[in-house]
């Protein structure tokens, strides 16, 4: 297969770690922005506990109402065909509930919704006594969802997907009930070909029917209510490479076979193949097409607290990791997380960790992942992605560091600060360099830096708050930019 995104190219790309907010010029932070564009974020936390991590990395993202709305059914999709590390964490998923939950005036509903895979759906992620990953008030799914429904929470609730061959139904829309639609929308991959498929299933709390693809309906029409996707995903070993927010989305669609829904026995009555069966890169570029054509989750979260490097239900091939990600772009974010977290801490002597490096293009995990971006959704570019990140473990109060390109900058120390601040950064190739102060509706208030030869290296530039006249700027929150050659990266300034 011709590919510009060969192995060698991709080890040439080094820029990647810890970031933050790119903004466009006279732009403002946008956190949700289209990844269709020229730069996908992505937000880690870090050596917190769960309940940190998660809030900081919402927090990173602008705050939980900054994309769920007081009357929006939030759909999440945990990962419960496993258990232990092979789980979506709990108290992850838990923080992420209450977080809503806790959204001033919140009406909508929270429905916790996976394809298991599974004849007996009711099993493994939800019912499993999980040694790791597990909440202290709640040993997996089943019980957070009564630990809420005791709280009062009657709007927490579950859903179990059953595929059309293990109990489902084949539905053509809302108007007939629970079950999965079968399109007529085809992807093909070599001798193999597979068509889009979605489910349909009615809320216990409301009595609302989800149409995943076209929206809410109750009393024979569609109504005013947002759904919003959320992509809640584990980061672990998989003879695939990793199963992380890609591949999670293979428990939402129709899998009819055996209970891996693999091989031969993975298709359907009129000889279509499932997701899973449709071969690896087909896997990805099929995910892709449903992105596309069904829907695309309006947030990706990988909780890495635990990180699978050889099982996905033995603790003694698991690490603890404390990590939790974000991003709108998944294929991004699996990059990412696959080559800064799994890949790195998969022990040298494990046989497949090679396949879990996301640049080697001879993997199961490069394969898809190029065939799901082959399809347009995110980059596979790392100087297409920006990363902020904050780190619990430094000790630090506001430990954001960006990196983009050749370009990694320190957060400015005092922030917030009244006279003065000092900026550090860093460049792994010598540039000429540019750094301005932007104020808050784009305009250039001073120029630190205007053009001037910098070598490799660290380097550092102090603001005292004034524009390039002299004169003291008002309070406010300000955007220090630096352009390196083609790379820039931007963070926030805040002067009182």
């Known amino acids: 297969m011709g590919s510009s995104l060969s192995r060698r190219e991709f080890i040439k790309r080094l820029a990647a770690g810890s970031g933050a907010v790119v903004f466009g010029s006279g732009i403002l932070f946008d956190p949700l922005r289209s990844i269709r564009g020229n730069n996908s974020l992505i937000y880690v ?44 964490n ?22 916790v919704a996976e394809n298991n895979q599974r004849s007996n759906y009711n099993s493994r992620g939800w019912t499993v006594e999980n040694e790791i990953n597990y909440d202290p008030d709640a040993r997996n799914l089943n019980e957070l969802i009564s630990l809420f429904n ?6 927490v609730t579950k859903y179990h997907l059953l595929s059309s061959d293990k109990g489902g139904r084949v539905v053509s829309g809302p108007e007939e009930g629970d079950g999965y639609v079968h399109t007529n929308i085809e992807y093909s991959f070599e001798d193999r070909a597979t068509i889009m498929t979605y489910p349909i299933f009615t809320s216990s709390y409301s009595g609302i029917t989800i149409d995943f693809k076209n929206g809410a309906w109750k009393d024979g029409d569609y109504i005013d209510k947002k759904i919003k996707f959320i992509n809640f995903s584990v980061l672990n070993h998989h003879y695939l490479g990793a199963t992380c927010a890609v591949k999670n989305h293979l428990g939402v669609v129709d899998l009819p076979g055996d209970d891996e829904g693999r091989n031969e026995f993975g298709q359907f009555p009129d000889g279509h193949y499932n997701f899973h069966s449709i071969l690896t890169r087909g896997m990805g570029g099929a995910i892709g097409k449903f992105f596309n054509t069904i829907r695309f989750p309006d947030l990706n979260i990988i909780a890495a607290e635990w990180v699978g490097w050889g099982s996905r239900v033995d603790p003694e091939m698991a690490i603890r990791a404390k990590r939790i990600l974000a991003s709108t772009d998944p294929v991004a974010l699996d990059f990412w997380a696959t080559k800064y977290i799994l890949y790195p801490l998969t022990p040298e002597d494990f046989e497949d960790k090679e396949y879990h490096h996301p640049e080697n293009d001879y993997g199961h995990l490069w394969k898809y992942l190029y065939m799901c971006n082959s399809q347009g959704i995110g980059t596979m570019k790392e100087e297409e992605m920006t990363v902020y990140k904050f780190d619990f473990g430094s000790g630090i109060n506001n430990n954001y560091t960006v990196r983009s390109g050749c370009i990694s900058v320190a957060q400015n120390y005092p922030n917030p600060f ?47 708050g004034t524009d390039d006249n002299g004169n003291h700027l008002p309070a406010g929150i300000y955007i220090l930019k630096i352009i390196a050659g083609g790379d820039s990266c931007s963070i926030k300034l805040l002067l009182y």
Request: net charge neutral; charged share 20%.
């Open 45 to 88: 936390s870090e050596n917190g506990t769960v309940y940190q991590n998660v809030d900081k990395v919402i927090e990173l993202m602008g705050g939980i109402e900054n994309f769920i709305g007081k009357d929006d059914i939030v759909i999440i999709k945990p990962n419960c065909q496993w258990w232990n590390q092979g789980t979506t």
């Open 418 to 464: 009244q006279s003065s601040t000092v900026v550090s950064y860093e460049l792994t190739k010598g540039k000429i360099v540019y750094i301005c102060i932007f104020d808050s509706v784009g305009r250039v208030v001073r120029r630190l830096v205007n053009g001037r030869y910098m070598a490799s290296g660290p380097h550092a530039t102090l603001w005292n």
């Open 90 to 111: 709990v108290s992850a998923i838990r923080r992420f509930i209450e977080l809503v939950l806790n959204i001033n005036g919140f009406r909508g509903e929270i429905i």
């Open 150 to 155: 005791g709280l009062g929470y009657e709007n």
